[in-house]
């Protein structure tokens, strides 16, 4: 039993953020072992640490038996330990042998030129030796590669580095299925010559096929290790979910809303940034007085999915209906105008102008009519009774609407974006993400405020990776996978379990109760 | 770097040039005086010409690709063009009284000239690197800078605002200058056109070969790349930078020291635009340092069509629409033609390092 | 959860209430002090250089032609001393609030307007020609009446329609507004300077020049002597635009887009602003009030157009940058830089000091203000040192 990478009682602490709390991960050479856990579980914090990319506030990092002090990366790479991102730390218009020995080049005549040639040896032998396929491609710009390809470069480099132990960051997440399955491929050549692979997922299906080994993560602890021989789904998914349930907030009997639908998506698809289809075919009706909650871990066409609707991005086709009107073709004023709320997943970005203070935040979305706007001219007094008026509601702190909005914590920060964009009295809300990176009992306050809007008769779409809160939230739950729902099903007919599993593209052995479904 | 997005530029500007000559020819009689003026213009004095022309505005284009492919945004190329003009005038003036005469004294005054232009880059670097000042501006103010420092200095050495020096003069290489058409283009011609024709194949191997072109492209286009690869970001930035300076001031001084032998220090001065025209050129030829100087040798070719155009006589056409042709036609392609890459990290400060 | 803050909290949010605008009037004023200094140092070495009857400065042993504290004492007096002066000053700073608008809004809304110059000498022509044209149609008391007005939109108009380009350029093609903008200015010059020569050339004066406009479109002083090319009324109702356009930044819709749009564009598409309309409409109002300044130049100072019209377009820039880009604060950043200029008049014509010093000044002076970051590394060390409070922070 020879101990590649041994983690003892990791723990990181940012302010007062802990995100690992007293972690031990043990990996054995020549395996590949899975860090598994739903997103903030601290899974990339703790891979962070063994890469040098943070110190430890507490704990140890043993590499090949040694006490490992890593300041930097390159003390990482040094000691043998190489990791692939999720997003590729790549120069596109470079060839890949560019890429591969950035940095790392070896040189000839003097320093004048770079030796291609002996580049070029190495990688080829390396290629052949993992079978990872790329010693044609050498010449390549990267840009032209398809993103498995770039991958098994990101492999390369690492292996040109001298690695042992190959932490993958998410993967699978860029990848489609068959380039999927020669990853996992790859995994088995690097562990026959005796590497060590830790990967970083959040879809346990993968885990369990992929690793020997795994460890679940909730929270920032470490709440199981287990070999993946032995475990079943229902298993995993129970470790990485839990059984914790928040307090249940007091509502009305779900199923019970209106009859008129008020927001409706139909076979909507949209392309993200980098011109890959994000969502396709999506269709999804909410009735007033309902909430639709929509499931799924962060990346999977939820974001493309709440601009298209909310007119931030362009859809490339279907159509959404705010009340029966299409509203498809119409910009964001107008849908703000057509009474849309929206509660953006990035709110430092979006919601909030940073250096602004509160009361010109107040009116952001808004500008341009009563009360606010009029004739081209923006009463402020009004602007500031409404920045008090939210302030006071939501309970924001500190309740002083001119200090600039980076002034206040994250939750404070939220809870006046809800505050502003629920006060309008809207038709149609659309709230994605709306209690990241905030206190409990801010969250709990936003649930209810959510709530209140389901019983004014609004239409409410939530977006969110944490699974407690939407089965909380919501009257149905429409999982999201891959940029489409897997399923629609009442909110209170799945178990988590159930839930975990079609979150991570898997489907649960018993099918849920539809009851109302679509 | 897109080389269909490139030869397309490079076919409509090839394209509107014919254009404009296919124009004239038919609405211009044979024998007239424009039909002469055409005729005139199509020979080798033009040519030599138009390379001469070139220089300045081609070496400040490569001192920017170097810059920016770097991520550094370099609009004070303009301003380094100017001291290294100014600077070579200068020294070459007063280098005579120290007992240095000659051609000595014109290479010496030509390496100094370099040499300030260095020092600039230096001081932009620090400023735009450590310090993170707004790159644009910063570099404005270069520019701005070096308009007042021209005038300053010239008033306060000399009494008049444009000193004048000996040339280089040129440079003649056996043999190959009696070939036809091009032996006394190519071979008959100032040191620093020599320079230009070196320098180009070389900046191209550098960015392409060398490890440290390689980093520098890397640096502007994903910085985190290079710097999970142990390199520092803002030494390649720092380098950067600085070889734009080297560029740019073998420009500034070459223009003056190697072809006009005077410098203009009032107004825009006599670099009146060109390192400008140079970023334009690089921009237009999508950071590739041969389509770059192609660029250069556009404009210059419009430059030099004004002056030959003036030399023969009584022309409808004022000079200053001439003038002022390159920027149109610069104006019109990048933006009918647009898809310049423009390197992904440019004038982004890179956070992370201290 | 306790409604007592704790103290460190109060204090770093004491420190984000409304600092940052201290900080950018310290490094404004940080910036001119030392490019001030610095140009003591270029008067030293130019004074040590130079040949002079007597010298002016006598310093370890080495005697100097200029003593920088002479010079800007004499460029004080030639700001400020008399009348004459102050007008001069004034009539700067006028015409530096105008183009200096041109580069402040556009940058409010994240934009480079580097083409003020060019909008500015367009505009200029635009009014010569105009105010030669109507000049023998209207005659009498009503003809200032009517020709100002007309004076001043023909400059506004085409001030306005050379800032549409570059606009359209951008919102239609992507074209990038700095080059775009820093193109046309040459671009301007040149045809300007064709169409005077073909159709507009004074036969009666050497070189490049129109005949000069009408009498009464001419603004004369009212408070100053007769002569000194300023006038109160045009300073006041320039105060006026300042205090208008600070309103229509702070106070309408526009303004509030504009200004989301500069700071954070998705924060702008999401409050549902247009970026486009935005982005075309704040470089036409950058190049109409460019070209007020170019109109005003010529009813104001010269009474014609000529080539080498003053770089008024890029002091502009300057302005702007020192006044944080704030409408507001280009009134006293305009008339720092109006004593500068008509400072550097006196020296030149009086100590034969090159005026170009002040265009150094001006250069010196963006430079370090586009460079805060400097002064606030010196401001921790001296802080450090405990020479210094702490004055500001984290902000900005």
Same mark, same amino acid.
């Given at each position: ?518 | ?189 100032? &040191? ?133 042709? &390159? ?28 | ?59 370890? #042993? ?34 530096? !609030? ?32 105009? +105010? ?74 050497? #070189? ?30 320039? +105060? ?7 309103? +229509? ?35 036409? !109002? ?49 008339? +720092? ?39 606030? !590394? ?14 500001? #922070?984290?902000?900005?």
């Amino acid at each position: 039993m020879d101990t590649a990478v041994s983690l003892t009682d990791i723990t990181k602490r940012f302010d007062d953020v802990v995100a690992n709390d007293e972690v031990d991960m043990q990996v054995e050479r020549g395996t590949v072992h899975a860090l598994l856990g739903e997103n903030g579980a601290g899974k990339t914090t703790l891979m962070n640490v063994l890469y040098g990319l943070y110190r430890p506030t507490a704990g140890e990092v043993y590499v090949d038996g040694d006490r490992a002090e890593f300041d930097s990366p390159q003390d990482a790479i040094a000691a043998g330990v190489g990791m692939i991102h999720q997003h590729f730390m790549l120069v596109e218009p470079m060839t890949v042998r560019e890429n591969i020995a950035l940095g790392w080049e070896p040189v000839t005549h003097g320093g004048l030129k770079t030796d291609d040639a002996r580049i070029d040896t190495e990688v080829r032998e390396l290629s052949e030796r993992y079978g990872l396929g790329l010693a044609g491609d050498l010449d390549t710009p990267v840009e032209q590669l398809s993103m498995g390809a770039r991958q098994r470069v990101e492999v390369l480099k690492a292996l040109y580095r001298g690695a042992d132990v190959f932490i993958f960051d998410e993967p699978t997440a860029v990848l489609t299925p068959q380039e999927v399955e020669e990853l996992f491929d790859i995994f088995s050549q690097l562990t026959a010559q005796d590497k060590t692979i830790i990967f970083i997922t959040h879809k346990l299906g993968e885990a369990l096929t992929a690793a020997d080994g795994i460890t679940v993560l909730r929270d920032g602890e470490r709440v199981g290790t287990v070999d993946a021989a032995g475990t079943t789904r229902e298993q995993l998914a129970e470790l990485m979910v839990g059984r914790e349930v928040l307090l249940d907030v007091d509502r009305a009997a779900r199923g019970a809303s209106g009859d008129d639908t008020r927001l409706s998506v139909s076979d909507l698809a949209v392309t993200d940034d980098r011109g890959e289809p994000a969502v396709q075919g999506v269709d999804i009706s909410v009735r007033g007085g309902e909430i639709v909650g929509i499931a799924g871990v962060d990346g999977n066409g939820q974001e493309p999915l709440v601009e298209a609707v909310t007119g931030v991005r362009d859809a490339d086709a279907g159509t959404v209906r705010f009340d029966g009107e299409a509203v498809t073709g119409l910009s964001r004023r107008e849908r703000l105008d057509r009474g849309l709320a929206h509660v953006p997943g990035d709110r430092q970005e979006q919601a909030l102008v940073m250096e602004f203070d509160l009361v010109q935040n107040a009116v952001l979305g808004s500008q341009h009519r009563p009360p606010f706007g009029r004739r081209g001219r923006i009463d402020w007094g009004a602007a500031r009774e409404h920045a008090e008026a939210v302030i006071e509601e939501y309970d924001v702190r500190p309740p002083n609407p001119d200090l600039p909005a980076r002034s206040l914590s994250g939750g404070n920060q939220q809870k006046f974006v809800v505050g502003r964009e629920l006060s309008r009295e809207p038709d149609v809300v659309v709230a994605a993400h709306p209690t990241r990176g905030v206190d409990i009992g801010s969250k709990e306050f936003i649930h209810e405020r959510l709530l209140a809007m389901r019983e004014q008769g609004a239409a409410v779409l939530v977006v969110s990776a944490s699974l407690d809160e939407v089965v909380q939230l919501s009257d149905r739950i429409a999982v999201m996978y891959e940029g489409s729902f897997v399923d629609v099903v009442p909110g209170d007919a799945a178990t988590e379990e159930q839930l975990g599993l079609l979150m991570a593209g898997e489907q649960p052995d018993e099918p849920v109760p539809t009851g109302a479904g679509r | 770097m897109s080389a269909t997005a490139t030869a397309r530029r490079w076919v409509f500007a090839g394209a509107l040039v014919l254009a404009v000559l296919a124009a004239l020819r038919l609405v211009v009689p044979v024998g007239s005086v424009p039909g002469r003026m055409l005729a005139s213009v199509l020979d080798v004095g033009y040519a030599s010409s138009v390379l001469r022309l070139t220089v300045p505005i081609a070496f400040a284009a490569l001192g920017g690709i170097f810059a920016e492919r770097a991520g550094v945004i370099n609009i004070g190329i303009e301003g380094f063009l100017i001291v290294s003009a100014l600077t070579t005038v200068i020294v070459a003036r007063r280098l005579p009284w120290a007992g240095v005469t000659g051609p000595a004294a014109l290479w010496l005054a030509f390496l100094v000239g370099v040499l300030v232009s260095v020092a600039v880059a230096a001081v932009f670097a620090v400023l735009v690197v450590r310090y993170r000042s707004n790159q644009v501006i910063a570099g404005l103010a270069v520019w701005l800078i070096a308009l007042g420092l021209a005038p300053f200095i010239t008033f306060t050495l000399f009494d008049s605002s444009s000193p004048t020096i000996d040339t280089f003069g040129t440079w003649s290489v056996p043999l190959l200058s009696e070939l036809p058409v091009v032996g006394p283009v190519l071979f008959d011609a100032s &040191p620093t056109v020599y320079m230009l024709l070196v320098a180009t194949p070389l900046a191209w191997y550098a960015l392409r070969y060398t490890r440290l072109g390689r980093r520098i492209r890397a640096c502007g286009e994903n910085p985190k790349a290079l710097a999970t690869g142990g390199v520092s970001v803002s030494r390649v930035r720092y380098a950067g930078v600085l070889i734009s300076g080297v560029l740019a001031g073998v420009g500034g001084a070459g223009f003056t020291v190697g072809q006009v032998g005077t410098f203009v220090a009032v107004g825009q001065t006599s670099i009146n635009g060109r390192g400008f025209l140079g970023i334009v050129a690089y921009l237009f030829g999508n950071y590739n340092p041969f389509a770059a100087v192609g660029g250069a040798m556009l404009f210059a070719g419009f430059d030099s069509l004004q002056l030959r155009l003036q030399q023969i006589g009584a022309l409808d056409i004022p000079a200053e629409l001439f003038g002022i042709l &390159p920027f149109v036609v610069v104006l019109v392609t990048i933006t009918l033609v647009r898809r310049t890459r423009v390197p992904a990290a440019l004038g982004e400060p890179y956070e992370g390092e201290e | 959860m306790s409604r007592a803050l704790p103290e460190g909290l109060r204090r770093t949010l004491r420190r984000f209430a409304g600092l940052s605008a201290v900080e950018r009037v310290l490094v404004s004023g940080a910036a001119v002090v030392v490019a001030l200094l610095v140009g003591a140092v270029m008067l030293l070495g130019s004074g040590y250089v130079a040949s002079c009857r007597e010298p002016a400065l006598f310093l370890a #042993g080495t005697s100097f032609c200029f003593d920088p504290v002479a010079v800007y004492a004499a460029m004080y007096q030639g700001a400020f001393g008399t009348p004459v002066n102050q007008a001069l000053t004034l009539q700067r700073m006028t015409l530096l !609030i105008f183009t200096g608008l041109a580069f402040a809004i556009p940058y409010r809304a994240g934009l480079f307007n580097i083409g003020a110059q060019g909008q500015f000498v367009l505009a200029a022509l635009a009014t010569t020609v105009s +105010l030669l044209a109507l000049g023998p149609l209207v005659s009498g008391p009503v003809a200032t009446a009517v020709l100002v007005p007309v004076g001043l939109l023909a400059g506004a108009v085409v001030g306005g329609l050379y800032g549409l380009l570059p606009g359209v350029l951008k919102t239609r093609y992507g074209t990038n507004e700095v080059i775009s903008t820093l193109l046309l200015n040459f671009i301007a010059t040149g045809v300007a300077v064709v169409i005077v020569k073909r159709a507009f050339n004074n036969p009666e004066i050497q #070189g490049t020049v129109t005949r000069s406009i009408p009498e009464a479109a001419t603004l004369q002083p009212w408070l100053f002597p007769p002569g000194t090319r300023f006038s109160v009324p045009v300073l006041a109702a320039t +105060l006026l635009l300042v205090g208008g356009f600070w309103w +229509l930044l702070n106070r309408t819709t526009l303004g509030y887009d504009i200004r989301v749009l500069g700071r954070q564009q998705a924060a702008a598409v999401f409050g549902g602003v247009d970026d486009d309309r935005v982005t075309v409409l704040s470089m036409v !109002i950058a190049g109409a009030v460019a070209g007020l300044g170019g109109g005003l130049y010529v009813m104001m100072v010269v009474g014609r157009w000529q080539v080498g019209l003053p770089a008024l377009g890029f002091d502009g820039i300057a302005v702007s940058v020192l006044a944080g880009n704030n409408p507001v604060g280009l009134v006293p950043a305009g008339l +720092l830089f109006g004593a500068l200029q008509s400072g550097g008049l006196a020296i030149n014509f009086q100590l034969g000091i090159p005026r170009e010093l002040v265009d150094v000044l001006r250069g010196l002076v963006i430079l370090l203000v586009a460079t805060p970051e400097l002064f606030r !590394i010196v401001g921790r060390r001296l802080q450090r040192q405990g020479r210094l409070r702490p004055a500001g #922070g984290e902000s900005g």
